[in-house]
């Protein structure tokens, strides 16, 4: 092979694999020599918490033995993938970046997880997060922050940081991540990948370790939208052990691509393109939309009126599920037990006290709203808003938009130890958190630079509108490349 | 019990409520497929889902709604069709996820009724049910089993429950107690629970305060927990109720409280104050979609409703002539009145079957401490037996001796009296035989008895059974005893 694996797609390397002109063991090492060019220097990357790079070899010589004897192993057959270390597996640890977490060996694994397996890929390691998916920089894991492989003075967004590093660093073609407001795109637009959130009950969320439930959902991370749409296709679909993911069938995103947005209407609200937007990344997406209209699309400005009340409404919402979702660590049944402790009441404090400052800001803050006095007014009133936030995005549909496009966040990535502000984080997540709040799926892909660093656009389309937003982000992907090699 | 109580001294009234957690007899948990057997090894029926590890979910389970939707369209509710699940945070080591998941502002079903059993003539008291809803159990502690530890024991974690809560229209202890009785009645007829006090199956909180007779206005209430048994609820409000009253007339106040009942000591101790009063901190639950029930399940639910026990009551005096008392004995549990009525389908006398079931049946039952359905000696064998007694193939004694052995072999009647032959005796030579063994053998007694003294009728007639060993039957030696005398 001329190009090396690490700037080839999964698709491609995909069909290699079966055409026998790749070996899978060969793209594990290729992996692995690329972990370790990114682990050296006085600036570690830091993609992954956890790798056992003789356990993925086996499995790969599994998966390349049965390629070769013509049994079919899966969509995903051979193909290197992170997952994000708030996803149980079998054989790594899963610490979601918490120390009261730190060792953990999950009993089960999460269905995604298992879907990969059955896929037929190649889990080569558990990537870093902000603690319990709460942070926007992966500079709130407790192990260690991970470093922006396009520029290592930087963050590289959060929570799914480590996975998008892992993808941009060209270690895998492919990650799982997970996305409650913003944590796969915002990481995805700070690195330079792709990233697709799916709509909220696409995706199993069964082994998901949960930060927001009615937020959270499992997303994926590639080089391109093909490979990002490729991976979650794999793990799309119904599952019997979560009640809250639907029926709807797994749409072939496949069929989606090299498809064009001729007669297509893309809508850009006017809230996200004004004070506030660095102009380098509003110049980026402005172009971005002349390519789009370029190629047959029609594109119309709309409105979000109640886009500014997103972020406090999240704030509210997000903390209280998580307050909630965060209460079963508490040193008795599993997990990480402070020792020391002589009664109940010592193992619970100085258990939880092993939470990080931000995890437990969202925790006291969540305990607050939902706290009797507050409820009516801070945590009804934020539900209302949501509802109104929804209600925007049907109105924008209701005018015949097929999508709407925005910038990802206000800026690229953002120096280390920059965010200094307490829930400074959410401020980077202006435009992730809306389509959140309304359970939407929306993707994030590179759309330009500022000044050398990655800008990334945000797609949203309809709830179940995935193959749609597929199809758009991957034209605009293509008239991009094709614009950049001229 | 029908009346509605005398108030109490110095004219207060006792206003009780009760809230009643009933564990639905399911296969597996409230939302995993874990199984609910009483007794398991500690921590032997769990899994992530009810452990609470990070990344678990809850899924419903159906059968669990189907048995809650029949308690409550059997407590005369009114059914929603659409409910909700939410979180009632609180940390204690065997809440695994540090929530429970409950229902609380859209609960199941509201508004239903309890009628308690009447005196005749008299109007039912009416006790309101004023909501039926599903959540789930907590694990247990234990706190002396392990030196210096507590050990948790996660196998009831996740155990369906439905939460009964009555309007505090409950005015005595003793009526708390008719209250509770009833309701264990109504729920083994609908089959949703075992309802064993014993087994945990059946728990009962209740909420107790004084008021002056012919007010309105509510006293404070106080709420006493830690009640394991029917009598132990009448004990505790009746101490709780003497409490309130004994504060009130020394001219105090009665102060919101929450009490344990210690039946060893007889008395109710105040939690701490801080352990009482908790912010669950509730939060809807957003694992859970909303809980839909469309109008032809629960037309389905009230079809499949079974005969509740006041009617079934009913009919049993009218098809059979049975008396009210014994239509009620016999009605007091859904098995035992499938048990009489199965005998009677087999064959047997309605008024002898009754007999016999409320009898010898329920001493059997009680003295082998199993249930009905567990009994060994099934309804068509209890008919054979009585069939057999009929028609003169055994004495009445005889009947009662090849039950026994029934009950402790499990083998039909007919082959019992054939091998122990206990057939009746029909040979006279030999009951008089019989007969004058027995006045020989008791000279006092048969000397008395020529004299003239009828009662010792039926010592002799005992004794003649007795040592025929079951076959003489009583009447025939009753003439043969007389006819002995007369001749001298």
Redesign the interface.
């Known amino acids: 092979m001329t190009t090396p694996p690490s700037l080839r797609t999964a698709a491609e390397l995909g069909r290699d694999l079966r055409a026998g002109e790749l070996d899978a063991e060969e793209l594990v090492d290729a992996a692995r020599a690329a972990w370790a060019a990114s682990e050296v220097g006085t600036e570690p990357v830091r993609a992954f918490l956890s790798t056992d790079w003789e356990a993925t070899g086996k499995r790969a010589r599994e998966i390349a033995g049965r390629l070769a004897g013509n049994d079919d192993p899966g969509p995903l057959a051979g193909l290197p993938v992170a997952v994000k270390d ?3 597996t079998l054989d790594l640890p ?1 610490t ?1 970046g918490s120390r009261l ?1 730190e060792g953990w060996r ?3 694994e ?1 269905t995604v997880v298992r879907r990969l397996r059955e896929a037929g890929a190649v889990v080569v390691g558990k990537t870093n997060l902000d603690e319990f998916g709460m942070g926007a920089s992966t500079e709130h894991s407790a192990y260690g922050p991970t470093l922006n492989p396009v520029d290592r003075g930087r963050v590289p967004g959060g929570s799914s940081g480590g996975s998008a590093a892992a993808v941009a660093a060209g270690i895998v073609p492919f990650a799982l991540g997970s996305d409650t407001g913003g944590s796969v795109r915002q990481p995805a637009s700070f690195c330079g990948v792709v990233g697709i959130r799916p709509t909220w009950g696409a995706v199993s ?6 930060f927001a ?2 937020l959270d959902q499992v997303g994926a991370l590639g080089r391109t939208v093909g490979d990002a749409a490729l991976l979650l296709r794999a793990v799309m679909g119904r599952d ?5 993911s639907s029926d709807h069938g797994v749409p072939d995103l496949g069929d989606a691509l090299g498809r064009g947005v001729e007669g297509m209407t893309i809508g850009v609200p006017e809230e996200c393109f004004g004070e506030g937007v660095d102009g380098r990344v509003r110049d980026a997406c402005r172009a971005a939309l002349r390519r789009l209209e370029a190629m047959g699309a029609e594109v119309r400005e709309v409105s979000l009126p109640h886009l500014r009340f997103a972020v406090p409404a999240y704030a509210v919402l997000a903390t ?2 998580a ?2 979702n965060l ?4 040193g ?4 990480v037990r402070a020792p020391g402790a002589a009664t ?1 009441g010592e193992v ?1 404090e100085r258990t939880r006290a092993l939470f990080g400052a931000e995890a437990r800001r969202r925790i006291v803050l969540g ?1 607050h709203v ?3 006095g507050h ?1 009516e007014d801070v945590h009804g009133r934020a539900r209302a808003v949501r509802a109104l936030v929804a209600r925007d995005f049907r109105w924008a549909w209701a005018s015949g938009v097929d999508a709407l496009f925005t910038p990802t966040t206000p800026t690229p990535a953002f120096p280390l130890g920059s965010l200094t502000e307490p829930f400074g984080a959410f401020l980077s997540d202006v435009f992730t958190i809306p389509p959140s709040l309304a359970g939407l799926p929306a993707t994030s892909l590179p759309v330009g630079e500022a000044d050398g660093l990655p800008v990334g656009g945000q797609i949203v389309c309809d709830r179940w509108q995935e193959p749609k937003m597929v199809r758009i982000a991957d034209a605009l992907e293509r008239a991009l490349a094709a614009e950049a090699a001229s | 019990m029908s009346r509605p109580a005398a108030p109490a001294p110095d004219g207060f009234e006792p206003v009780i409520g009760l809230e009643v957690h009933v564990q639905l007899r399911t296969r597996t948990k409230l939302f995993c497929a874990d199984r609910t057997e009483f007794g398991a090894p500690p921590n032997s029926q769990v899994c992530p889902v009810c452990l609470g590890l990070p990344g678990a979910l809850p899924v419903l389970n159906r059968r669990a709604v189907d048995l809650a939707l029949r308690a409550a369209l059997g407590l005369g509710c009114t059914v929603h069709p659409e409910s909700a699940f939410v979180r009632k945070h609180y940390f204690y080591p065997d809440l695994p996820r540090g929530y429970q998941v409950t229902q609380k502002g859209r609960p199941l079903a509201t508004d239903g009724r309890l009628d308690l059993v009447s005196e005749e003539g008299e109007k039912p008291r009416r006790v309101g049910i004023r909501r039926v809803h599903l959540e789930e159990d907590a694990g247990r502690s234990l706190h002396d089993r392990l030196p210096g530890l507590s050990a948790l024991d996660l196998n009831r974690a996740g155990i369906p429950l439905v939460e009964i809560v009555t309007e505090p229209d409950i005015a005595s202890p003793a009526e708390a107690r008719a209250f509770l009785l009833r309701l264990w009645q109504v729920l083994e007829y609908l089959g949703v629970s075992d309802c064993s006090m014993e087994e945990g199956s059946l728990r009962v909180d209740a909420n107790v305060s004084l008021r002056q007779a012919g007010t309105e206005e509510e006293g404070t209430r106080t709420e006493v927990k830690n009640l394991n048994s029917f009598s132990g609820v009448e004990r505790a409000l009746a101490f709780e109720v003497e409490r309130q009253a004994a504060l009130l007339r020394a001219g105090g106040r009665v102060e919101p409280a929450t009490l344990l009942w210690d039946a060893a000591r007889g008395e109710a101790r105040p939690l701490r104050a801080k352990e009482a009063a908790r912010d669950y901190l509730w939060l809807d639950e957003p694992d859970l979609p909303p809980l839909a029930l469309d109008a032809e399940r629960i037309s389905n639910a009230r079809d499949d409703l079974p005969e509740m026990p006041d009617e079934r009551a009913a009919r049993l005096r009218k098809e059979h002539g049975l008396s009210e008392e014994h239509a009620a004995v016999l009605t007091g549990s859904r098995e035992l009145a499938d048990y009489f009525e199965s005998v009677v389908h087999a064959g047997a006398d309605p008024r002898e079957a009754a007999g016999w079931v409320m009898g010898d049946l329920l001493a059997a039952v009680k003295a082998e401490g199993c249930a009905v359905d567990d009994f060994r000696v099934r309804p068509p064998d209890l008919a054979g037996l009585l069939a057999l007694l009929a028609e003169g193939v055994v004495s009445r004694p005889g009947a009662k001796r090849v039950f026994a052995r029934m009950a402790e072999t499990g083998r039909p009647p007919a082959q019992i009296v054939a091998e122990e032959e206990l057939a009746r005796e029909e040979d006279d030579a030999t009951l008089r035989g019989w007969v004058d063994e027995s006045l020989a053998a008791h000279p006092a007694e048969a000397a008395r008895w020529r004299a003239g003294e009828e009662r010792l009728e039926g010592f002799f007639v005992g004794a003649v059974v007795r040592r025929s060993g079951g076959r003489a039957d009583p009447g025939r030696v009753a003439d043969l005893l007389r006819a002995r005398r007369r001749e001298g």
């Open positions: 708030n996803l149980c899963t979601c977490l999950a009993p089960y999460a969320r069964y082994g998901l370790v949960a439930s009615s019997p052990r979560d009640a809250t209280a599920e307050s909630s209460a079963r660590f508490d008795a049944r599993f997990g109940l619970y305990t939902l706290s009797a409820q």
